[in-house]
Every structure is written in C-alpha cells, then in structure tokens.
C-alpha cells in the first residue's frame, strides 16, 4: 500500500471512529436542558395560603429550576461522565442491568448551586436540594415568596405537602406458640411470624438457601431501634451499612432524648423487624440475611407528619449507596388542609413522592410502598406514592388471606388497578421497640415490608433481574393474577412460583440465561412430554402464539447461527 492510500485510510479510520464516538454519545437520550417558567409560577395552593397568612409568616415550598445551569449538548454530555465517576460500583451495577436506558442521565446531575444562592439572598432558608426534581426545598417568608418567583431561574414555587400516615397499634405479645413449618427441610424455628410467611411460601425459599443475601434494602420510616435483638445478627455480621436522620440531619436513626419524642422510633423498628429481623423462635423476616440502610424521614410528635422533601431526599440517598430495594409506609388521608394532594392529583405524574418513586424506579430501584389504611372510604382510598406505576403497592389481608376492612382501594384516579400485592397486614408479629420484645400489629405498613423482604429474597436468587423484571415475577405468580383487581390488585405472591417463573423470552428452563438448555429443555417439552416453560408464552421465540418445533428452529439459528433474537 502506497503512503497516500495509507494516509487515506488513516483518514476514513478518523472519521468513522469520530462518527461511533458521536453517535454513542447521541445514545444518551437528550433532555431539554431550559425548561419554559409555569404559568402561574406560584401555585394556586400556594397563593391561597399566601392570602390567609401574615406576611412575617414561614413557609415550607419546594422551588423548581428551569435548568442546571448547562445549556449546550456538549457541556451536558461532559457533565454526564464526570458526575459518572462518583457513582459508586453497587450504583452502577444496578443500573447497568437496564440495558436500554444509560447508567446516568440527566436526573443524576447535581442543582446549579448559584440559583439557590439567590434564595437565599432573599431570605429563603435551605433545606434540601433533589437532583432528581431539579428543585430545593426552602423555609420562606411569606412576604417574598412573590420576589422569588421573579428570578429569571425559578419555573414553579409549590408547597412542600405535609403527609399523614394514620397511626397503627402495637399490641405486646406473649408467645404464642405456633407450630414449625412443615416443609421437608426447613432448619428455622419461625415462631409467631411463621403464618405471615407461610402466606407468601418464604418458608419453602428459605430452604433452598436464598435469604436475600447480596440485596441492599433501605428502610424509610420513623427511626429504628438498633439495640433490639431481632438486629442484633445483622449489626454482628456487618450488614447494616449506614443510617441516616433525615428530620434532625445527623446519623443517628435511634430515638435520641434531646432531640425526638418518645417512641418514634416504635413504628419503624416493627417495620423493620417485619423484612429483615432474625431472631430463632421469635420471628424472621422474608430477607433476613440482606443488607440494611436506615432513613428516618418521618416526624412523630406532630401527628405522624411526613414532609415528602424528606422522602424525597432519603429516596436519593438510597440511590447514591447502591440500594436495590426501599420499603416506605409512608401515607396520609388529611384531604382538607391544602398541603395534601387530592384524590385528582393521584394520577402517577403530580405528587412530590409519586415522581421521586418513579425516577427511582427508573434508576432500577424496586419500591414497595404501603397503600394506607383508609379503605373505608371505599374506591380510590389509596395514598401517595402508591398511586406511582412502577412500584409495588401493597395492600393487606389477615391470617386467612381475607382482604383486611382497612386496606386502602384503588384505582388510580387515572384508572389503573392498585394495588399491585398484598400479604398479611392485620396482627403481623413484629419486634416492639419499647420493651425489646416483640408484638402484633395491623396495618398495610406492616404488609409492606413483607412484600418488600420477598422482592429481595428473590433478588438474591436471581440477581441478573432488573427491578421491573422482579416486580413481573412476583406479581404474575399471586394467586389473583386472572382477575386482578381494586381491593387485592393481583393477589399474594407465591415467592417458591416467582422464582421459576421466566421473564425473558427464549428462557424456557428459567435460568436467567439464553443457550442450548433452552433447546434441549423444548425439545423435552415439545416431543417427551416433559414440563412446560413457565410462563409458556417464553417458550414461543419466534411469537406465533405457538410452542412447536419452528420455535426450536428458530432458537438452533439465533443461538448457533448468529440469526434474529427471540421476540
């Protein structure tokens, strides 16, 4: 080859590595980095309240930005892998297993700090900042709220909603005996707790040694008692990883004399001990062997307050320490004061806690959230962010699998069944902070972490699943999957079904992987009567609607011959 073929080569080799490194680049989906300011910018909430009060009066809002301070394709993109090399590899991981979207987009860059400055300026007081949001919440004087509106940045001044969950009574508890499970095999001695996971086949998955090891789990409540002996294993082992008190902003979860009303770390720590507590004879939770983070984001002493910046901001958190799984009780049913939301906002797109729930679940975190205890008001009695579609809500049945009279109903105002699962929520067996011993409670708060330690124990069977992936298994495998609807949603999952239940097609030995077990498992099927794929419809790779030796075909060639993947 002659030097100016080779310069020309060398050339073409530029271009088109130029061109790749674009056009990957361009794989990022773009966002609109300038968002147009809302009209009003204060909301009509807002102004309302405005017009009650004193202009000396504070006021808690979240104040949203209509950009990060990027205004370039190019500045965004940098910005993008810079931030990338903060993520921690847990982070990373989880996301990766989202192969369609990037590890990192636009939600993940941090808030222009210079705008919030100027808030400041003005006589705003910080409190958080939501990368996810593109807003901060800030404590206000009424009289400026009008001036902060007016900077050029600012697109929207909302109320900062105060949530209300109802509180659930913990009644201490003898023991009560109860015999040991009767699965062949079973080594644990689950006491009281026994039925509540019999409910969901636990027992059975236990067995077979998945306990949620690996699964990062964070809990979001009212603050945790550490020293009680259903944590004392895990804190021994090292799997309680971190904490955080996102009301006092300090690291300490535990009640603290100086600072927290008495018991408010009661309601967390039953939550708690119901997903991951051990404690042989007394009470195990689904995912007793996973690993722990600690958000307390909710305020006792005024009636169970929960401002949803604090969900927001634990929800964050969570994320950046790699979690994969948060169980939240959080709710209200206070429709009047004017910083709640109504049943017309619960549409999966308006409150606060409903977008934070989803972005984290685009992140590939699974949330299981409670859906309230209000189901006496009948249909669409659910809370925030259950009403979020890509979540697990969780509703409650008793001992019997009977739908409890509390458990809040959906639909969503925009239609959509809720909730997604139930499990026991009426006299669960839980740990009771107070006396370092142990109780039954009632309330979908106490299903919640139920459902939420089954979504880890089957994680850490099959951790190659993405969130969305898990949330399918569990939820196509409930024994109300023909006809889900607005009281039990899709029904009680049956965790030992979940874990053979395919979610990729072209799976048909449910393994997690696409190869020539696959073949050999329909070639069993198909002409030796062996089992059937599950679900069945894996077993159609080439989507006919048929499993037959064309899907065998069609498997030989994508596998072997480079040919077009299963549909």
Known sequence: MNLYAKLHLSILLLLFAAVSSRSANLNTPLPELVLAKDHP???????NLVATKDSNDIVKVWIYFTDKGIFDVNTYLAKLQEHKKFLLPKTLSRRAKLKEKEVIDFHDLPIYLPYTEQVIQLGGKLNYTSRWLNAASFYVPIAKVEAMGDLPFV??????KVLIRQPEKLEESKYDFEARSAVSGDILNYGPSLRQL????????????????GVLVCMMDTG???DHPAFQIAYNEGRVLDEYDFINHDNNVQDDTLQDAPGQHNHGTACWSALGGESDGNLYGPAFKANFILAKTEYVPTENRIEEDNWVAG?????SLGADVISSSLGYYDFDSGFTYTYADLNGDIAVTTVAADVAASKGI?????????????????ITPADADSIISCGAVDSFGVI???????????GRIKPELVAQGSKVYLALASSLSYARGSGTSFATPLLGGCAAVLWSARPTLTNMQIREALMQTANNVGSPDNAYGWGMPDLALALKYSVITGDANSDDKINLADIVFLVNYIFKDGNAPFPLKVGDVNCDTSVILNDIIYLVNYIFKGGPPPC
Do not use: Y
């Open 198 to 213: 019999q409910l969901l086949n636990v027992p059975a998955v236990h067995t077979l040694g998945f306990k949620g090891q």
């Open 155 to 160: 697109k929207s001044i909302q109320l900062v």
């Open 315 to 319: 929800a964050e958190w969570a994320d």
């Open 224 to 226: 945790f008692r550490k």
């Open 41 to 47: 910018i204060v909301s009509e909430r807002l102004k």
């Open 404 to 414: 409890v009279s509390f458990s809040s109903r959906g639909p969503t105002f925009d």
């Open 366 to 382: 699974l949330v299981c959230n409670a859906m309230g205890n209000s189901g006496q008001f009948g249909a669409g009695s659910l």
